[in-house]
């Protein structure tokens, strides 16, 4: 069985480009296509046309990517529009209800860009290479900042659509996990020290947000007051922050991007120990974290709510953890 494959050709036309795709877009080559329509974008095109005659099939990653892309293009002025979908992309895009939004309209007529091999008809791979940008993370090139609340408040599509493209890849959960995500980021920002923290090269590429928890907070009535309790008696630390989330866009790197995320984000609120809640029956997510560096305390048993949640703690870098 060959692996999935996607080539790409581009030609711009002043401030218009046309994306022409040959193969699939799924998981292995949703990237690809990810990459080439944010590279049309930072290019400066205002209308960007995707040819999908010789595309096969689309799954809800590319999908994905599709629409954010779309709506990247909306808050830069400029128009994305797809061509000629195969049977299967058209059935996806009406039961999505994405078709009004990336579909040109009907009558609407593009240049046609062949894909030409002198292997004959038969031959899959094009003669001119796909125009595939860099990867955009390098690990000395990346930047850390921390977001006011207004650029928090600006930022949080784009924040969400790098937690949809990094968490699920059903279409349904997507929105599921977006829809979550912002919940979560509104919440958290409204406990008093809420900080947020952005990586960056050219892109966005990972983010982390959370509020402090300090020994006056034992006398709150409430979820908090009770948490404070717990670990403090857990970790003999009666400081900490209670990271919300942790994203780091998919790649060799992410470990390390978490990493330095959560580390800086414990340092800019001057905690020893971050927090972070887990469903017990999220093992993805317990798993990911671990990876990370974060020790699994287990279920936390009378915390409010309707289930007990797994409690997992970093320990700022350079600060022995009391619990081993």
Known sequence: MF????????????????????????????????????????????????????????????LNVLLTAARRAGRA????????????????????????????????????????????????????PARRRERPVLKDGI???????????????????????????????????????????????????????VAETTLLVGCAFGFPVGPDDRARPGFVGVLQESVQRSTARSRFVVLTQ??????????DIARRLQQRLLTELDAPLGVALFHPADSAGQAAFASWGWQNMGEFVGLPGAVAPCVLILPREGVPSAVR
């Open 246 to 255: 942790v994203v780091a866009h998919p790649h060799a790197q992410q470990r």
């Open 3 to 62: 692996p999935a494959r996607l080539d790409l050709l581009r030609r711009d036309q002043g401030e218009r480009s046309l994306v022409t795709l040959c193969g699939d877009i799924g998981p292995a080559t949703a990237p690809l296509l990810r990459a080439a329509l944010e590279r049309c974008l930072l290019d400066g095109a205002t209308v960007i046309d995707v040819d999908l005659t010789l595309v096969g099939s689309c799954d809800a990653r590319g």
């Open 77 to 128: 002025h400029a128009t994305l529009r797809l061509h000629h979908p195969c049977a299967q992309i058209a059935r996806l895009l009406t039961v999505t209800g994405s078709a009004p939004r990336l579909l040109a309209a009907p009558g609407t007529r593009v240049p046609q860009v062949r894909f030409e091999s002198p292997a004959g008809a038969g031959a899959r791979a094009p003669r001119e």
């Open 143 to 197: 930047r850390l900042r921390r977001l006011t609340r207004w650029q928090a408040e600006a930022a949080r599509e784009d924040i969400a659509d790098l937690a949809a493209e990094s968490l699920t890849g059903a279409s349904a959960t997507v929105c599921h996990d977006r829809e979550d995500f912002l919940r979560r980021l509104t919440v958290s920002a409204h406990h008093p020290g809420f900080a947020l923290l």
